[in-house]
């Protein structure tokens, strides 16, 4: 799974630039016909409206993003073909927003379309609905995308491919003794505080802090991480044939089964439940299920079935799960008194329906 961003895919002038392209398009093919499966998640459909519409096409208001992604996509998407095209490989675009994730037959349609694809060795070509989906424009949501493919075909590597060499230890604009992080293997306070810099330019969306929480969803999902440079010759043969290139974030010992990713990473959480020390011990250390008992406070409005996070007194998130009931209904149970023997009937997060989210 490679993902490439906006910034990577443009020139000087806004502009989609051919050069770029066609490196990407050549790396792509050659992995191909060598037998390897890739996907291809790119952002570039405003830059390409943009670069059409000229002047018009200035600001950052959802409209304007909006209109333009809806000229661009179809001028990106033929570029592409074109190139491909030129080496004899078919491509095929596929369009998702959030929302594909969030229901599950979606998200098992997508797998399925998806897979196919491959096996015909049909190059996907993956962007963000980006007419109709305002939040991903706002929030730079093709890296999420990117890794919730990936982990949507349990991909064997998403290399995220940006303007900078990899992450580095700040921001080295501002410090010059930043320097570039080789591999991350958790994901601590400090390195949230070197990513945390913003928007990378006035093309791309998500800066390297989005990158990171891609890198996060796949490293939980068992997937290893590459942020590379895109301009680094020969960057995709060259980091899937294992050479040290940028950021390998290094994934968890053991893959989450796929419907506990679908839980974790392509749900989007309705609410928040607070709990105790007990309830921390039980669904993170004896894998039981979250009891009302436990519960100490339920932020949100949410009904049986959706997402919630789960936090500690402290307010850090440990897990994420679907409620078994709605969040009205947990509000009533914590009213009543623990000697109630109704107060922990059933549960409030069934540990099938939950996933631990840290170490």
């Known amino acids: 799974m490679v993902k ?5 895919l443009t020139a000087a002038n806004g502009a989609l630039s051919s050069p770029a392209l066609d490196s990407i398009v050549r790396q792509l093919v050659d992995l191909s016909k060598g037998g390897v499966g890739v996907l291809l998640v790119t952002s570039g459909a405003i830059a390409a409206g943009r670069g059409a519409i000229g002047t018009a096409g200035r600001g950052r208001g959802v409209d304007v993003l909006q209109s333009l992604a809806a000229v661009g996509q179809g001028m990106l998407m033929g570029e592409y073909a074109r190139r491909f095209r030129e080496h004899e490989t078919l491509v095929a675009q596929v369009l998702l927003t959030g929302r594909d994730f969030g229901e599950r037959k979606a998200y098992l349609n997508a797998r399925n379309t998806l897979t196919r694809l491959l096996q015909w060795r049909v190059v996907p070509i993956v962007n963000e609905n980006d007419t109709v989906a305002t939040d991903e424009i706002t929030f730079g949501e093709n890296d999420r995308l990117a890794a919730l493919v990936a982990t949507l075909l349990g991909a064997d590597l998403l290399l995220i491919l940006t303007d900078t060499p990899g992450v580095f230890s700040a921001d080295p604009h501002l410090n010059a003794e930043a320097s570039l992080v080789d591999e991350v293997t958790s994901f601590d306070a400090s390195l949230e505080a070197a990513t945390r810099s913003g928007p990378g330019s006035d093309m791309g969306s998500g800066g390297m802090a989005s990158k990171i929480a891609a890198a996060r969803i796949a490293a939980w999902s068992g997937i290893p991480c590459v942020i590379a440079g895109a301009a680094t010759p020969g960057v995709i043969g060259r980091v899937v044939g294992g050479e ?15 419907r506990k990713v679908w839980i974790a990473f392509a749900q989007a959480a309705k609410g928040r439940l607070s709990v105790d020390d007990g309830a921390v011990e039980a669904i993170c250390r004896q894998g039981r299920s979250l009891l009302p008992v436990g519960v100490r406070a339920v932020v949100g409005d949410f009904e049986a079935g959706e997402a919630v996070e789960i936090c500690d007194a402290s307010g850090a998130l440990i897990a994420k799960g679907l409620s078994s009931c709605s969040a009205d209904r947990l509000r009533t149970l914590g009213e009543r008194a ?17 996933v631990v989210l840290i170490a």
């Open 4 to 8: 490439v961003g906006s910034s990577s």
């Open 244 to 258: 040290p290139l940028g950021t390998r974030v290094l994934p968890k010992p053991r893959r989450m089964p796929a």
């Open 338 to 354: 623990p000697g109630d023997k109704r107060y922990t009937s059933g549960a409030a997060v069934h540990r099938d329906d939950l």
